[in-house]
């Protein structure tokens, strides 16, 4: 059953005034102890400070947001994403000589719609042209260089072969180069090797199901084109024992040792993806063998990294398969597990002085499906075979490209890090870090929730706030829940030289764009407008659907005002693919009348039987005369938990019902006061409930075909 309930509220109080940050970049370097670092050099690429005795710096900024490099002489070096007027803090490793950093990304590759992001046959819009080279493969990735060249080494999973000639026309059957029955394949020019060793990558994970799209001519010249650039690469090769050898990587005296297989093995194919008699490819991936090469690298070398392509596409929790060859891998002596596949990030394990991700997400992908959009990249230092730091730092894949990110996005994806599975996992000014001493100091306040009756009151858990408690004695219920959309603001938040607000929001044409004046808080909103001469709505929607889960409980909201005669309606499509138009919508009319003041509206659904996705359309129907304007700010789709999950970092919003009190937490590492803000959660306003669904045919459905995607 679907249950819809429309708030509309003049909201005065608890709205923010944007006021123009200042031109600097400011922020406050320490050590992994939380002592300030004096003498530090930090640096924006234009602009130069070194820290003074407290650790402040303070440098000039000509962009909202810059990446900032922290170097001194008795640290690992460490990249950050800053954003004027908020302070960024910097903790930087010791180095005694002996630490080793490593940067680990998710799945890269840079064919398919690199050559046609839409898929029409018209290549003009094209990231990468026809026999692309060095150069611009490199232009893709210059702007997270800063972020990948800051490691003794970088590496990263490169899910595609690197042939000559990679793309061919999309109405044409495939050509005889590329597998001939597996579903999607793809490939990359040899020249992205080239690019990667530019922007700072040193070592190449090969154990997954892409390698072997191009076949063995595939496995030839992939490896023959990272060898010409020295990058070392594992997990693949022209025979099993090959694509079971390590790369073994030497920083100073410490030799780090990288192995990797996949149990996507593509053995149901006359032609699998992996290694055998006869035959190159990846190494499939068997307990036996895990135990028995770990083993031997770990008694060869100081340091054992191990990564399992595994799991299922867009699932965030790790199979039990891909947990069990983990355990196999950390109890055979790998140190650091790093795992791929699913093409969403997922949480860590921190288990007897090993560390695990589960899953990597995306790097440089041309997928668009919307939980691919949240990455990170995760930095280790090791000494002497023990992981003596970790951390995630946040970033976003848009346009198929990583960007950084600060500010509330920043937060959402070290959510994702933080809380997907228990441990000491910290979000430390928008990043994930490991508390792996056990050091945290808590911080935490009891505080009386009042959500009246039910539905119950809607809640914002701000910046790394979590709840991590709730009154079992509480006379009302609490329900957890986490924003799907996360771009619904409309800020910049990202380090990206095409600096943009709006980001993964369909806003071609002129009647919808992003302004100031359309920001209910903030410094951005989107405004639509139409006069009565034109026949069609103006309408906002995200530039893909929402992945969901039938019978999951959803609530759509957001803050609208509008001028003029405007009528604003809210329409949810609903598909059952990730390809194709909706089966059923939900409409619901918000606004019918003039009115020039904010008002919130919440629409709470439940996900239909058989549904896998949904779209967000926002319209504004034409007047019957005169211009008619509509401000949209502050939007989410927000995912409700189980009522019985358990409280963790991972959700931003609480749902309540009645009164209960709740803990609010925000733990933090010595020298992270400032960051570590307690704040209560800030209550959507309230207004009148309706209940109105209605239920359109595929036929007159309009416009709400979707780009979907692959992997």
């Not at 002592?35 to 690429?45: Q, Y």
């Not at 005296?253 to 992996?274: K, M, R």
């Not at 997922?346 to 959009?373: C, E, I, R, Y």
């Amino acid at each position: 059953m679907v249950v819809l309930a429309v708030c509309a509220a003049l909201v005065v109080a608890g709205r923010a005034v944007f006021v123009e940050p200042t031109p600097v970049i400011s922020g406050t370097v320490i050590s992994q102890g939380g002592l300030p670092v004096a003498g530090a050099t930090v640096s924006n690429g234009d602009d130069e400070a070194v820290t003074a005795g407290d650790g402040t710096f303070e440098l000039d900024a000509d962009e909202d947001n810059e990446w900032v490099t922290a170097t001194h002489p008795d640290f690992e070096t460490r990249v950050r994403a800053a954003r004027r007027g908020e302070p960024v803090l910097i903790r930087l490793t010791p180095d005694p000589g002996s630490t080793v950093t490593m940067h680990f990304t998710g799945d890269v590759m840079f064919g398919r719609r690199f050559y046609d992001p839409n898929e029409d046959g018209d290549p003009s819009d094209a990231l990468l042209t026809a026999d692309a080279g060095l150069a611009e493969h490199f232009e893709l990735l210059r702007p997270i260089e800063p972020l990948l060249s800051a490691a003794d080494l970088t590496i990263v999973n490169l899910e595609t072969p690197l042939i000559d000639d990679p793309t061919f026309p999309l109405d044409e059957p495939r050509p005889d180069r590329l597998h001939p029955t597996k579903e999607f394949a793809f490939a990359s020019e040899p020249a992205a090797a080239a690019a990667l060793r530019a922007a700072g990558v040193d070592v190449v994970d090969l154990g997954n199901n892409h390698l072997y799209d191009a076949m063995e001519a595939g496995v030839t010249s992939t490896i023959s084109a990272l060898d010409a650039e020295g990058l070392a690469h594992y997990g693949a090769g022209l025979t099993e024992e090959e694509a079971w050898a390590p790369a073994v990587a030497k920083v100073g005296d410490t030799t780090i040792a990288f192995l990797g297989c996949t149990t996507v093995t593509g053995e149901e194919h006359a032609v699998s993806y992996v290694a055998g008699p006869g035959k190159g490819g990846a190494a499939r991936c068997d307990e036996q063998q895990i135990r028995t090469r770990v083993a031997a690298a770990a008694a060869a070398n100081d340091t054992v990294v191990f990564s399992i392509h595994g799991g299922f596409e867009y699932q965030r929790e790790p199979s039990a398969n891909v947990q069990q060859l983990s355990q196999a891998a950390r109890e055979a002596g790998a140190r650091v597990v790093v795992n791929h596949h699913p093409h969403v990030t997922g949480g860590f394990d921190w288990t007897n002085g090993a560390l695990t991700a589960w899953t990597m997400g995306n790097f440089v992908f041309d997928q668009s499906v919307w939980p691919t959009f949240g990455s990170y990249l995760l930095a280790v230092g090791v000494r002497d075979d023990e992981v003596v730091r970790a951390y995630a730092e946040p970033l976003m894949i848009e346009r198929y490209l990583p960007r950084g990110l600060t500010g509330a996005r920043a937060v959402h994806v070290a959510r994702e890090a933080a809380g997907r599975a228990p441990g000491p996992f910290l979000i430390e000014d928008g990043a994930m870090e490991v508390d792996l001493a056990g050091a945290a100091l808590p911080n935490n306040q009891t505080v009386s929730l009042a959500g009246g009756d039910e539905p119950g009151t809607i809640m914002r858990i701000h910046d790394g706030t979590s709840i991590s408690a709730i009154d079992p004695n509480s006379t009302g219920a609490a329900q957890h829940g986490r924003d799907l959309l996360a771009f619904g603001t409309f800020e910049n938040e990202a380090v990206d030289p095409d600096r943009r607000n709006g980001s993964f929001w369909e806003l071609s044409g002129d009647d919808r764009r992003t302004s100031a004046r359309a920001a209910y808080r903030g410094a951005s909103g989107v405004e639509l407008s139409r006069d009565s001469r034109r026949a069609n709505d103006a309408a906002l929607t995200p530039l893909h659907r929402v992945l969901v889960s039938p019978g999951t409980e959803l609530s759509i909201t957001g803050m609208v005002s509008t001028v003029g005669d405007a009528t604003v309606i809210v329409q949810l499509s609903w598909y059952q693919d990730t390809r194709g138009s909706s089966v059923v919508q939900t409409l619901e009319t918000l606004v019918d009348h003039p009115d020039a003041e904010w008002r919130s509206f919440r629409l709470d659904v439940t996900v239909p039987e058989s549904v896998v996705a949904v779209g967000l359309f926002i319209r504004l129907l034409p007047p019957e005369q005169g211009l008619a304007r509509a401000r949209l700010d502050d939007l989410a789709i927000i995912e409700w938990a189980p009522a019985d999950a358990a409280p963790s970092a991972l959700y931003d919003h609480v749902r309540i019902a009645g009164s209960v009190d709740a803990v609010l937490s925000h733990s933090w590492l010595a020298g992270a006061e400032r960051w570590a803000r307690l704040r209560p959660p800030e209550a959507m306003p309230e207004g009148s409930v309706t209940a109105h669904v209605v239920t359109v045919p595929i036929a007159e459905n309009p416009g709400d075909e979707a780009p979907a995607d692959d992997g």
